[in-house]
């Protein structure tokens, strides 16, 4: 897991390097500038993944558990531009069960749910004044495995419980249509908790009997997703919210995805995932990590 959030920090930190080094502006150019965005429209895309993974043992000696993996996944982008106007929305489905013999019930891999839309009014050369809705949150009950069950402590989370919107105000600097940095000093981020048993535990840093948290604070929203090499793309996103009245305590949600194309219909991914500084029931650890590598089919649209 280490590596593959090292990996992701090096090409994260090349791409950024050399977008610099190429599209640095001065201030005279931007005062010069005739602000200007793709007149494409609406741009509608999509594609829908299923990822499958199977392990079969007979006597070995090495040990295990036979084991099948499903993973589902949709990805949806639509997107309108007009000279001095960007719209952009992405939503993200995700679910995955997991059986392990001799277990006949299903443990669940994956569950996510995220809505992102961003509106961007240009004000200079690669520059937009720009609002953000981040919405999260999951379908299904998250469970503790390493608990008994039917007791309270196996209950991790459940459908908005958590579930996280933020709204953010700023500017956001595009210097490509694969890269984006915003700055958003004017965002609130609530905190959802919409399960009761939950809330009366008080789970998510929101407190014990209540079941929303607010918070004020400032934002940096940076996005990459680019090719690195032939049929090796990189999609990066990383969000760090620092609320006012606990400035030395950022909230980071950071994504990444690296994708070889065999080819149309079939890939093989890395992805990892990284959150810091949101509270877990059962851990008094901030930091939570997620990887997962499969070969999956693709259907576009």
Known sequence: MKKLFL????????????DLTNAQVGADDLRKATPAMDTTGWTVKGNIG????????????????????LLGLLNFTANYHTKTFAWDNAAEFGYGLTWVSPETTAR??????????????????????TGLLDFRTQFTLGEDYTKAPGTEARKLSNLF???????????????????????????????????????RRGAFGVA??????VELGALLNVQLK????????????????APYNNIGKPIVNWENLIILKVNKFLNVSLAGDLIYGVPVINSTNLLQLRGVAAIGFVLPF
């Open 7 to 18: 990996v992701g920090v090096v090409l994260l930190g090349i791409c950024c390097l050399t």
């Open 161 to 199: 419980a958590p579930a996280f919107l933020t709204l953010a105000l700023g500017a956001e600097w595009k210097p490509a249509d694969y890269m984006s940095v915003l700055v958003a000093p004017v965002t609130g981020r609530i905190v959802i908790v919409g399960d009761a048993d939950l809330a």
């Open 108 to 129: 669940k891999s994956d569950d996510r749910i995220i809505i992102i839309s961003k509106a961007g009014l240009a004000a200079a050369e690669n520059l937009r004044w």
């Open 50 to 69: 299923i990822n499958f993974t199977s392990i079969g043992l007979s006597n070995w000696s090495g040990g295990g558990n036979n084991a099948t993996s």
């Open 208 to 213: 014990a009997g209540q079941n929303t948290l």
């Open 226 to 241: 680019r090719d690195v090499w032939e049929n090796v793309n990189l999609a990066t996103r990383l969000n760090v919210f």
